[in-house]
């Protein structure tokens, strides 16, 4: 009952589309949607059968589009990021962007993608970890003519699909770790791993970094920590830290959102910048702003996977699709690239 009463408030969520933009067309009746059809299929027959997609932006006539997206966690600075390019490119068109937080609840990713199919969206874009746990709903909203985006999936479910190296990332995240134990501590620095083990392509990434690290200098990783036991109070990650391994001096972490408040737990502890040095993944504005002003802080390095970028690139293909019924490659891949306070701003300038 209660799960049914969760599904009925998200439908009407959906429905409403108030998440983050107005649209003035309102939902389409049977016939109109049947004439929006049957006027693609014109225009896809008028089409030279050669034309190729670089991911270029695309006008939407007099078409509204309707496009849902649902993440693990819509405040991620990445995804925030991300949702800022695609509200003003669906501003820029007169179309309608519904957003939906499914918080780490399989089940609810699953309602959210059933909702989306039942407000008609033409779009629909989404993070999983769990390509089979979503693949039934998925083949019902592409049977639906709804154009699917994935992202985070190593099956790659969906009309497009981005991809990345997570064996890659934790690589780069070592490797940086490890030029900085080099340079910093003698290339001999006890290490802690903070990872989220029940996630199998985060489990991925803790696994290369620690490997990373211990081949790139003479440190080893003392322990590997679950963060998610701390249910996100990661100043207290910092201070299980400090109690059980204070020899540590470099922590290696699957994200910046982790490495932030970690930071502040090491100082309340009374370690500087110089005693500790955090790595991880996102480069996440609070990080990068920080290097580009100057300042000292105790993450040392982090990995860029440009995520927003990538997701305005499968969002351009996904909605010239829903226009034209025209589907180009699939795949956009997301470079892994590390980032310290000395490339930053070559980086993000």
């Avoid at 800022?84 to 780490?104: F, M, N, P, R, V």
């Avoid at 990713?109 to 779009?123: K, Q």
């Avoid at 993944?281 to 927003?308: F, H, Q, Y």
Wanted: hydrophobic share 40%; glycine share 8%; net charge negative.
């Amino acid at each position: 009952m209660k799960k049914t009463v969760c599904s009925i408030l998200m439908t009407a969520m959906v429905l409403g589309l108030t998440a983050c933009s107005q649209s003035g067309g309102g939902q389409q009746t049977t016939a109109a949607k049947q004439e929006t059809e049957a006027s693609k299929e014109e225009t896809v027959a008028g089409q030279n059968s050669g034309q190729e997609s670089s991911g270029q932006e695309v006008s939407g006539g007099d078409r509204a589009l309707k496009i849902g997206f649902t993440a693990n966690n819509l405040e991620n600075d990445t995804v925030v990021e991300a949702l800022a390019l695609l509200q003003q490119a669906c501003d820029e068109k007169g179309w309608t962007l519904s957003t939906i937080s499914y918080d780490s609840d399989i089940s609810k990713l699953v309602d959210t993608l059933e909702n989306f199919i039942v407000a008609d969206v033409d779009v629909m874009i989404f993070q999983s970890a769990n390509g089979e746990a979503v693949a039934d709903v998925v083949k019902r909203a592409k049977d639906e003519g709804i154009v699917v985006v994935s992202y985070d999936d190593a099956s790659h479910i969906g009309d497009y699909y981005l991809t990345q190296s997570d064996e890659e990332i934790g690589k780069a995240i070592g490797e940086m770790a490890a030029a900085y134990c080099k340079k910093n501590f003698g290339g001999n620095a006890a290490a802690v791993a903070v990872g989220l083990p029940s996630n199998e392509i985060l489990k991925v990434r803790e696994e290369s970094f620690i490997k990373a690290y211990e081949a790139g200098c003479e440190g080893k990783v003392a322990h590997s920590m679950d963060g998610s036991t701390f249910s996100g109070d990661m100043a207290a990650a910092a201070d299980q830290i400090v109690q059980a391994y204070p020899e540590a001096k470099i922590i290696l972490c699957i994200a910046d959102a982790w490495n932030v408040p970690m930071s502040a737990g090491f100082q309340a502890a009374g370690y500087t910048t110089e005693d500790i040095a955090l790595f991880g993944c996102d480069c996440i504005p609070e990080v990068r702003n920080a290097w580009m002003n100057g300042e000292e802080i105790m993450i040392k390095g982090s990995c860029w996977t440009a995520l927003p970028e990538s997701l305005l690139e499968a969002f351009n293909r996904a909605t010239q699709t829903a226009l034209t019924g025209v589907y180009t490659d699939g795949e956009i891949h997301q470079e892994v690239t590390g980032v310290t306070a000395e490339n930053v701003k070559e980086m993000f300038q």
